[in-house]
């Protein structure tokens, strides 16, 4: 059975914050974000690790006793994967970002040439 990561994460949050004196607005401040945002993501089951991780970083608790499962996750984001692939991660850096934005631009560029190569093509066989 599915996890409803967003319900987990509400219950985690509701308890955090009535040990540590905080309320659900004061916390979507923290994390820079609407208090309508934070309620909509609780009723996500499938809500993102990443938005998971934005709450554990504001609240400075570890989501991963929760979701075992994050670690797994966890590889695709990580910056050292960007060796393997460097658009599959969250920048943390401004360098990182920008080298994620060269590389999606460099595979968009070659998108789009073989996508005009192909539009050649078929202009060719229609002159034909």
């Known amino acids: 059975m599915l996890k409803h990561r967003g319900e987990i994460l509400e ?10 004196g905080f309320t659900i607005l004061a916390l979507s401040k923290k994390m820079d974000q609407a208090p309508s ?3 909509r993501q609780f009723e ?8 998971i991780r934005k709450f554990g970083k504001a609240m400075g608790h570890d989501f991963r006793v929760e979701f ?3 670690d797994e996750e966890e590889n695709y984001i990580r910056p050292d994967s960007m060796a393997q692939d460097p658009t599959n991660f969250e920048p943390v850096t401004l360098m ?3 080298q994620q934005r060269d590389n999606w631009k460099e595979k968009y ?4 040439e073989k ?3 192909l539009l050649r093509q ?3 066989d229609r002159e034909k």
Request: hydrophobic share 30%; charged share 25%.
């Open 37 to 39: 945002t934070t309620y």
């Open 44 to 51: 996500k089951e499938d809500l993102p690790y990443h938005i």
């Open 68 to 70: 075992p499962e994050m």
């Open 96 to 98: 990182q970002a920008i």
């Open 109 to 112: 560029y070659d998108l789009l």
């Open 122 to 124: 078929k202009l060719q």
């Open 115 to 117: 996508h005009n190569e």
């Open 11 to 20: 219950k985690t949050v509701r308890n955090w914050c009535a040990k540590n």
